[in-house]
């Protein structure tokens, strides 16, 4: 399984600058067709999804607790490429949520793929 980019620094991210979107590109060279199983994300101001040809699945975010997200099934031909739609909200822990940060998605994926984790950095200005 390769990812491109294999991680975004967005560097300063204004507070009130809106939600951030960025792609990632997951190609499946595990010589298998495989099963997307989970999408989770590190932080409440992180949402992804993923597109796998013209199967889409809704935005998923962080786990809390005991709320856990639903496991999905999505089938990703060996072979194949798959989008990973990504928002940060530098606004989501308010006025004082302001400095450096680093966000993961996690997508959990069948064997041999397993776990996958893309990542992004910055920091969040007044």
Not at 47 to 58: L, Y
Not at 96 to 122: C, N, Q, Y
Request: with cysteine; proline share 6%.
């Amino acid at each position: 399984m390769t990812v491109t980019p294999a991680a975004y620094e967005l560097g300063d991210v204004a507070i009130d600058g809106g939600l951030v979107t960025k792609e990632y590109t997951l190609s499946n060279e595990t010589g298998a067709a495989i099963t997307l199983k989970k999408i989770a994300t590190s932080c409440m101001c992180t949402q992804a999804k993923v597109t796998i040809s013209d199967n889409e699945s809704r935005f998923f975010g962080m786990e809390h607790g005991g709320d856990r997200n639903p496991p999905i099934r999505m089938e990703f031909p060996q072979g194949a490429k798959a989008t990973v739609t990504v928002t940060f909200d530098p606004a989501a822990h308010g006025p004082t949520g302001v400095g450096p940060f680093e966000r993961m998605v996690w997508l959990t994926f069948s064997d041999p793929a397993g776990i996958k984790e893309l990542t992004f950095d910055g920091t969040v200005v007044n």
